[in-house]
């Protein structure tokens, strides 16, 4: 009689071949899950309400680089690290990237802000004044270049603008300025690098939003060609809206560039991923492991070259923590998806069995997962429980000599 | 001293001059507005838990186009009928082209009918069961037949394509599915023939709806040719979604090809246009109308074909009051619109004044346009109020041998 | 090495008593569990675009019972049965109780229909015109009457009245009408008898709904006296309504009477409860397991008292299978609740340790209890898998002869 | 043959009296209309990405003061200013007053803030930690302290307290707590003293909010007498809300203190008042007027009192015309909705003529109510249009020396 958590263990790989799992498979496809975690994550944020100041935050671009090496280091399934420019903005991109890989890292996604200088109050590549818009096109190409120095293949956009009052603006020709600042950025761009176009339903813009949804993103990407692709934040869609299905849309086009993880229940409430409904969470990595099946192999690679990244405002809980709970909460709903019968659905689909095809499915999402991850963590040489190994590593700790008020933005 | 319409007129008339509104331009344009009626419209319908019967309802297709030709009589603004198939399924479609002539009609668009056999019930199109999608596309098929018949040159389509559950069904294979009965379709057009795409966010399907939204329309009309056009109800859309952006984009994307109009606060409600949020549907107009000045003769010649339609389900009220009730709110909306100054609008966007511009539009909606309608219904030779005229008609009392348990459907 | 279930069970029994569960008292919890199916759910429903008309539908009261005896027999969870008047009238109720009994069932709630009447289109208790008012409350007098001549305790309460128009009709009116209404059917009420007011936000009422929320319904219920409580219907809410704060809400009020449960994304869909959200539904039991635990006694015993109902709407799946789907999706949910460590939420609580407190709650949601709830079916002699045991049993295909368009209503 | 708008107004009286609308009274009415101003409207606000800060925001709460005599003096409808604590923080609250009055103006209702200090993180009077809760309704008493200091008659009570997270907080003892605090301060209250009670749907909680809606506003404050009422913040709903059935609802139950107005299309946009969706401040205003003349003493005297105020931010508008444009916004509608003829939209209910009733209160909204306000402006003495008035006026200016980043909290 061994340890409890080999027991149960055995008897999960027992249960599984039963089912037709391939568990092996399953082990390489869990370990091969990597999410990037955003520098920003690691810093303060809150509501327009108030920003909760926190003990430890990092007080620059390379200590956000310390704590994300942390979270790598717990879970071994964070190599990258998002930036923010110019909330990252360093003298030496090249001394950005050295201190990254230094500390097991490497430079994600690229990320430029138009939103928060006065002059993008009205819009930044949509404003009606064209000086302003030079300025916000000159910082995206500003960002083409930190991707070259830091080694980022891709630039993540995702624009405020947006308007509060009909009438407010031209709708029109703030679309065309859209994708005539786009256009300019693309052509920008080096061949292996990638442009990801994020959509949001609403906020800041409290009217309408230039790019609104994911068709406004979509056919945005679709005119500027093959680098470009959408970007999917699950918090910024309509109350209602079925997430997986424009997934499961894009994926089909070709054209889902990445993820910006996160959880809500009303408006874009950037809560830790999975936390509020996870079966939605499951119900992507289902569209999404799906499509790597397919007999399409423009669909098959779309699914496995998407970019996984969070993206949380964290305003009650401590920031390091909160990042690894939503990597627990990813892997744990990626796992169980990865326990689906592809070949049991897709036959019972083709027969109309609704109770059975849905059974089918929901069924692996019943399943605890506890004994598989902590056996491929224990494979991995990482600990078991990244939670506790945080709590009992002295880390928090040791930050708090950073003191309070260090800079997020 | 004149009648008191007269002199408010007159006053209007002043007041419109002051404003640099071409009054002229203004009477013809309202007067050129022309909205299909549906002749589902004219039978009983209701929700999920009653049909309430009405008494006087029409008994078959050639009735629907009497009550028809009573709204256009009253209102001289809805030549044409929209027809459904089978509920308006004829033995000679010649015959009822002639009997819309004899009454002042012509058929409009021509709506196949995919969701209302025990067949579809799991899909029409995007069925899992190949011989189901073969008699979905062929009775759309059959339905380009019956346009060359009735004179139609618009084939009208909603697909209640969707499924209940998670996992139920592949959502990949059904967008596929339903792309490839489109393109069939298409091919079966005249060239003077317009495919209308309507997309819905949820209603019959409550977990995932195959077009679930403009982006999924759009993105199948493209695919199509020029031909191909997207149908915007105003009521398929989730909560909060900003509705005249949709249609501002589509008007930029020459797309836009025409909507159902109907009212709602929550769901698919499908109440009286206008009825529950007046201010949207101006601002729709204000779109359209702002698209029709437009530089790019696309956009413009976009926003002058459209085809404007009705699509209401009448629960509680009287069918035909309820259809001038509709017509009238949509002229007042569209007669307010047209009182925007758009040359104030756009210098006051151009120069990002907010405040200035938000008014200039507002303004225009504050204005009471009853001297206006009037004066355009007089010169028309048209009933003042056709509310009244109808009720002191005798009309109702007329139908009213119909009795009751007419068929809608 | 015994059978796979019997050691995946020793396992999930070790792994709760470390935890701190009694696995005992949670054993004796899952078998009290008792949820009341509605005689509706065997019937025929669907959207208001079509019932698909299924072969095997019961024809009357009696094939209901039937139907719903089965289900019981296969969960031993359904013991009761709620009747909706007219659509289950009969002449003799005796005799429908006596049939019940010899079934091994109960009839349960007591559910009055005003609203598929002509009379009550512009409300029932509601309507402008007293008579019509005078003829629904002497339907609910008349269903307290049916109560005690099938020996039931609840009085279910649904209104669909409400309106589709700002100024259709006077509100302040329609709900003092309605609050007299109810005092006069409170008034009838024997002593151990309970009324349940459901509330809905919307449908079939467009515009206004006269019972909107559970603030409209506690507030009747408050007035009326401790016998009348709320029905929280678990569809029955505004997109994104934080429904286990409701049901937390009623319990402390000593007001929550029962529960209507089903699955939604968009509206009423009345899906398949736990299909959509399982996790909302764990919740639900979360909050009423934490008061069954409260200091006061009040408290307490309305946690225990509440009369759990299924209110489903199968548009395109089999009854039986979907009844019994749902049932085993409330098991799945209620023992995964049952499996939280009151003792370490609360002490995590209180510590404001947000992510410990949080987790402490989501972890029992990611335990697999399938081991758990087959040994409690197999205590009880009841089939394992409740689903498979139907579609083996012959029961749909013996019922095929009763053909298709049993009436539901 | 006078000046454009005499004629104007001649005729619209005369169309009124045609109508059997008393225009004296309407004026009556129109004059007495007095709206609240918020202190913190003067200052900047914003969205959690941006504060844009302006030039000429008043540093102090006197400069605030200012700003508001000058919104008074060109509309002569806000004689009172809100004030928020500690925002509003002076070290001799009598100077504050009489400062107030000698710009024309009265402090209204005192706001406390128990949501910017790092203790209220999790919850102030809601707090799991005992002092914390101690330290809220301290403040709470110091507020009730301040309000005999400067003459108010109004605590108006929002608590931004609620949870992110499924399992966080023990909801049942929040509840409690937050009653307990209530309570402790509705002791303290002077007879004269009403304490108002907001509710808010989300935000900053983005799981639940300890006040959620108006039936835990209503329940709170009926437990505590009748000094104690609910302030709907019109912002501050589920989408979809009928705001005006729950204002009709709270009129009924005499227990409507006052609003918080603003407009929102998504979530708490907190935009300029009738800037969204005009028709529905109208229809709010009609069920207010219509509740001004029911028969119970309790329900027009609720109606009559009232408390009017203004709850915006202002992220990119400029504040003085921003207030300005919400006052005219407010009249506008206001003024429309005393035209509604209440006998007959009263008879046409009772008469259950459905189409008959909606128009008899949208056919109000649909007039021009410019030439009313015109009049009714002159006849005060007041400038017929405000905001050209204040343009014309010089003060934004003078403020200018002000400079940028006066402190709005």
């Known amino acids: 009689m061994g340890q409890w958590s ?96 230094s500390v097991g890292l490497r430079i994600g996604a690229v990320n430029p802000n138009v939103f928060q200088e006065d002059d993008y109050m009205l819009g930044s590549v949509t404003n009606a004044d064209p000086q302003i818009r030079r300025k916000a096109i000159n910082h995206l190409l500003e960002c083409v270049d930190v991707m070259k120095q830091v080694g980022s293949d891709a630039l ?68 500027l060609g093959p680098q470009a692709e959408v970007l999917v934040d699950t918090g910024h869609h309509a109350p209602g809206t079925n997430v997986e299905h424009i997934v499961s849309y894009l994926l089909d086009e070709g054209k889902l560039g990445g993820f910006h993880f996160n959880s809500r229940k009303y408006a874009d409430d950037d809560l830790i991923v999975g936390s509020t409904n996870p079966y939605e969470l499951f119900l992507i990595f289902y569209q999404i492991l799906e499509a790597s099946r397919d007999v399409n192999p423009l669909v098959r690679e779309t699914a496995e070259n998407i970019a996984y990244m969070i993206d949380q405002s964290h305003s009650i809980e401590p920031k390091i923590p909160a990042m690894i709970r939503s990597i627990a909460n990813i ?79």
Chains 1, 2, 3, 4 share one sequence.
């Open 6 to 101: 080999d027991r149960a263990y055995a008897l999960f790989e027992e249960q599984q071949a039963e089912r037709g799992i391939d568990i092996e498979w399953v082990k390489g496809r869990l370990t091969g899950l990597k999410v990037e975690t955003p520098s920003w994550g690691y810093g303060d944020s809150g509501t327009r309400f108030k920003v909760f100041k926190k003990v430890g935050v990092p007080r620059n671009p390379f200590e956000k680089l310390d704590d994300a090496a942390v979270v790598h280091q717990l879970t071994g399934a964070c190599p990258t690290v998002a930036i923010h420019i110019p909330w990252d903005k360093v003298d030496d991109y090249g001394e950005l990237r050295s201190y990254a890989e």
């Open 156 to 223: 993540s956009l995702w624009f405020a603008d947006g308007t509060n009052y009909p009438g407010q603006a031209h709708l029109r020709r703030r679309k065309q300025w859209l994708q005539e600042a786009l256009a300019e950025t693309y052509q920008a761009l080096s061949s292996n690098m990638k442009m990801l176009i994020e959509y949001k339903f609403f906020e800041p813009g409290f009217y309408h939003t230039d790019l609104a949804d994911w068709g406004m993103a979509f056919n945005a990407a679709a005119k």
């Open 331 to 409: 892997q744990t709903q990626y796992a169980k998806a990865l326990l689906i019968n592809h070949d049991d659905v897709r036959a019972l689909q083709a027969k109309n069995d609704v109770l059975g095809a849905e059974n089918a499915v929901r069924s692996a999402f019943e399943m605890d997962v506890t004994p598989l991850l902590t056996a491929v963590r224990e494979e991995q040489g990482l600990p078991v429980d990244p939670m506790r190994a945080f709590l009992e590593s002295g880390y928090q700790e040791h930050i708090a000599s950073r003191g309070i008020g260090g800079s997020s933005w």
